[in-house]
């Protein structure tokens, strides 16, 4: 078993940083997201360092749907962190968190009126994802007296090396506008009154476990500044997305570094704008390297059944995790209790919602497992608890935050009175 540095055993027991995850699991309860700070500003470090190694003008923005608690909004905001916001929820946090709003970026291809309206009410810079979505903005601003600065989605039509539901650059997806169209829409843009072209977007997929196909997104949007300069757009900043992917299988995958990611894509940056003559920013947003391998969801063995295979059924599901229902997710698991006795037997973890699907982690080589025991799924800070819901009427779990020698509750675990408190009675049913 090969563990991140932040991970160790000690005395049989997985400990994250100088936490035993079993006495969390037993001070805490189960299931448990347990989140370690001092990671996540460690990997903000490489990350930024990487890119910053070639190129003083580099923001991070961090991809806040990887996980929006905000304790992690603040650890990442206090590092000078901004964000790639989504929707008014991520723009709350984030401007709660501190960020300043010229940190923001508004993205999305379905945009309300009302986060188009908060967007100029903020002072957001908005990512535009189509005409429509440009001509809305534009009487938004106009009704508020303001200007709004902007960049444009490009789809630049690049195949990636991922799961198809991640792969968000290709022609055929919902995100963007094709390259050969984005001309003639910034051209709009620089007639509209109320905005204000200054930037370029682009976002190919998610854990992409090759650089080159950042290089050749950098390379397009070079090609698509060239054609902006010439229409007479003053580009502030070149976005080039998130998307560098983790070592999920420590074992057999084989991950791109963050110096290899800044080697890959940095070049071809600096040459396109030294042609160009231009030095604006380059903007990266980075969600899963920041976050993934930081946190472990905790879960408590409720019993072990031999059957066609022998399942290992524990706290928690895809309620909590979706990762391996929804796109064939590899996890690694430990047993955290037992985790330096030997690997005697295969086991499927599976969670305790009312569907077949609900397998965490199918046929893994572990230590013989019994009630009580605990099992950590790693990696799973990222796209984990972000992604859980309250299915089968589930109140979702506790998470909790590390640093050094502290440990605290970032979230509460849900009640069920949690669960009932939105709901209401119908008039005809009191
Ligand atoms: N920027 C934009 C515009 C994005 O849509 C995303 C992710 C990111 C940045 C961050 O990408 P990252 O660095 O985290 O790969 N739920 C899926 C991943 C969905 C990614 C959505 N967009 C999963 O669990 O793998």
Redo the contacts with the bound molecule.
Sequence with gaps: MILPSHLSVRGGHLYIGEHDTVALAERFGTPLYVTSEDRVRENFRRLSGALSAHYGKVRVLY?A??NGNLAIFRTLASMGAGS?VFSAGEVALALAAGMRPELLLF?GSSKSPADLALAVEKGIRVSVDSPDELRQLDRAAGAAGRTVDIAFRVNPAIDVPTHPK?A?GLATSKFGIPAEEILGTYREALAAEHVNPVGVHC?IG??ILAVEPFAREVDVLIDLAADLLDIGVDLSFIDI????GIPYRRETDRAPTPEEYAGAVMPVFLEGIRDLGIEPELWV?????LVADSTVLLSRVNSVKTAHKTFANVDAGFNLLI?PTM?D?YHEVVAANRADAPAVREYSIAGPICETGDVLAKDRMLPELAAGDIVAMLDAG??GFA?SSQYNSRPRCAEVLLAGEKAALMRRAETIDDLTAPMATPPWQE
Excluded: C, F, V
């Design positions: 991809a749907k990887a790639d993205n991640i968000t976002h998610s854990q997305g998130g998307g560098l947003e980075p969600g899963r390297w990762r796109y997710s990222a796209y992604m």
